[in-house]
């Protein structure tokens, strides 16, 4: 009971925080929401038993890739977003019907049992807890999953070299 | 322990929630924050999935999506400044220099 009241807190926070995103006129206080949002889903994934993924969450989502997003807002001084006719006639509208589209498909989707049949697998929580959860996934970075591992470091090296180039100034 | 059931639709309504911010909102900056939003609504899925059939392999995978979310905020904010530096603003509407 207690842990399924606190699903709900978290699903409220997550929520809230992410309508704020999107409702928010200034940039700042909407990359301060998403903060919120993704401190909430660190704490669902800790009622789901990820405990290196909620960590994970906090420290690279929640903090560095959110800190990036802060300077950025900061660096070009973003104030609101001007009161001005959106290009599009009607693109809130828009907006809405394909969210509720989206939405609705998700959940046709989600509701149907047919990705819960099949067999299960081989980490029942039992396992997972007596074996700790760090090690499964640190074994399996470097066995199962070594080749996405590698591409993994591939493609931020990747991202570095690009970010560096692409916002350097052009000397003349 | 919540029911799977209600982790998926909290998982949908975070990705529609970004899907209607890529729509409405005109900020660049802005924009790329609910592409992390559907990526975290994808994320909270995968491991729910996860849990509820006694599998890695969700948990492995938002690991993956983390770093190619780093990799897409580092690049998609290094061209934003370089928008910044060139036209003075972020607002997707005034970036027309392909139109005709």
Known sequence: MASSLFFYFLAVVTTVGAIAVVAF???????LALILTFLGLAGLYLSLHAQFVAIVQVIIYA?????L???????????????RELRLPG?????AIAGLAVFSMLLKVFLST????????????ERVSELGNTQIIGNLLLTDYVLPFQAMGVLLFVGIVGAVVLARRRSR | MAPLEHYLILSAVLFS??????????????VILCIELMMNGAN???VAYGRFLDSMAGQMIVFFVMAVAA??????????????????????????????
């Open chain 2, 44 to 46: 909270l899925a995968f």
């Open chain 1, 69 to 83: 997003f802060l300077f950025v807002v900061m660096l070009i001084n973003l104030g609101r977003e001007e009161k």
């Open chain 1, 63 to 67: 903090s560095a890739i959110m800190m």
């Open chain 1, 91 to 95: 693109q809130k509208l828009l907006g």
């Open chain 1, 25 to 31: 006129p200034s940039p700042l206080y909407s990359v």
């Open chain 2, 17 to 30: 929630l970004g899907v209607v911010g890529v729509v409405v909102r005109r900020n660049a900056i802005v």
């Open chain 2, 71 to 100: 990799a897409e905020a580092a690049i998609g904010l290094a061209i934003v400044v370089l928008i910044y530096r060139n036209r003075e603003s972020t607002d997707l509407d005034e970036i027309n220099l392909l139109k005709l």
């Open chain 1, 114 to 125: 047919s990705l819960m049949t099949g067999k299960k697998g081989s980490f029942p929580p």
